[in-house]
């Protein structure tokens, strides 16, 4: 079971970026698939999350009506589209995948992928 993330950069505040999390050794689909993110001093927290159960996506209220999660499951991969960004959104982006439906806390995830940087600036 391997999660690649990637699509993290510089952007200005406004800006979008999308990010991938690419797996690989297992079906996405079939496990909750959640994007969390980490600042620098701060502990990881939830962004957002895809169900495994019925594809319903779920965001932290931090982000919402801003990013967007979505699934391609030919490609066996989740995405992160963060629109409208702004400098609060800095951190290292991780993907995970667990058993439960929906994981929206660390500890329900059994797999993570590598932190993809995404830095905002004023």
């Known amino acids: 079971v391997q999660l690649q993330a990637s699509g993290g950069g510089l952007v200005q505040a406004g800006g979008s970026l999308r990010l991938s999390c690419a797996a690989s050794g297992f079906t996405a689909g079939y496990y909750g698939i959640g994007w969390f993110r980490q600042a620098p001093g701060k502990e990881r927290e939830w962004v957002s999350c895809?169900?495994?159960?019925?594809?319903?996506?779920y965001y932290a209220d931090s982000v919402k009506g801003r990013f967007t999660i979505s699934r391609d499951n030919a490609k066996n991969t989740v995405y992160l589209q963060m629109n409208s960004l702004k400098p609060e959104d800095t951190a290292a982006y991780y993907c995970?995948?667990?058993?439960?439906?929906?994981?929206?806390?660390?500890?329900?995830?059994?797999?993570w992928g590598q932190g993809t940087l995404v830095t905002v600036s004023s």
């Open positions: 995970g995948a667990g058993l439960d439906p929906e994981v929206v806390h660390p500890s329900q995830i059994g797999w």
């Open positions: 895809i169900s495994s159960s019925d594809g319903g996506t």
